[in-house]
């Protein structure tokens, strides 16, 4: 599987603010921050919050994870 955006699909599980991107600070209003709502990449935490995206996904249709991989994920089931 090939997951382009992955990284920017982790919801954050605390609050997290950003200093204006440089081109998009409004006149007037260059002290305000802006609050993430969705991880981002260079994100410290969008990795992890990346995985437990991932790994509650998969798990919640029925595969589980391989205790020897932690990266490997299993289903067993006949023929769907």
């Known amino acids: ?3 382009k955006t992955a990284f920017l699909n ?7 603010y950003m200093q204006q991107p440089d081109g998009f600070v409004i006149d007037g209003q260059e002290g ?3 609050k993430l709502l969705k991880s ?3 994100l410290k935490q ?3 919050q990346c995985h437990d995206k991932f790994n509650t996904t998969l798990t919640s249709v029925g ?3 391989n205790e020897a991989d932690k990266c490997v994920y299993y289903r ?5």
């Open 1 to 3: 599987m090939d997951v």
């Open 10 to 16: 982790g919801e954050l599980d605390e609050e997290i």
């Open 32 to 34: 305000k921050v802006c």
């Open 40 to 42: 981002l990449y260079g």
């Open 46 to 48: 969008a990795p992890k």
């Open 63 to 65: 595969f589980v994870v």
């Open 76 to 80: 067993h089931g006949g023929g769907e």
